[in-house]
């Protein structure tokens, strides 16, 4: 069984910083992408950054050049700094994670709340 477990949302005012992280365990052996999702009120869920098994990494058009996203492979961790926050990040965060398998799975986590206001 795998699980993800995230930390670090919470109420930040606009331009402010926050860490989020995501710790994986359980039965993974081999990882192809770990990274981040977020989905607003009445929106779909999107892609905010992601790392792929040979180091490339992907951002959201959005969030290019406000975030970072780095792994931590000893760890199973993954982070998303995320700076110069706007209203428009606030979203449900959850941490993915994808398994090389037969078939290849993604598992989710529970979510965390980032909330961007003044």
């Known amino acids: 069984q795998v699980q993800l477990v995230e930390s670090g949302g919470g109420l930040v005012q606009p331009g402010g910083s926050l860490r989020l992280s995501c710790a994986a365990s359980?039965?993974?052996?081999?990882?192809?992408?770990m990274g981040w999702y977020r989905q607003a009120p009445g929106k779909q869920r999107e892609l905010v950054a992601n790392t792929i098994s040979d180091d490339r990494t992907n951002y959201a058009d959005s969030v290019k050049g406000r975030f970072t996203i780095s792994r931590d492979n000893a760890k199973m961790t993954v982070y998303l700094q995320m700076n110069s926050l706007k209203p428009e990040d606030t979203a449900v965060y959850y941490c993915?994670?994808?398994?090389?398998?037969?078939?290849?799975?993604?598992?989710w986590g529970q979510g965390t709340q980032v909330t961007v206001s003044s």
């Open positions: 359980g039965s993974i052996f081999s990882v192809y992408a």
């Open positions: 993915n994670l994808v398994v090389f398998g037969v078939p290849t799975k993604a598992y």
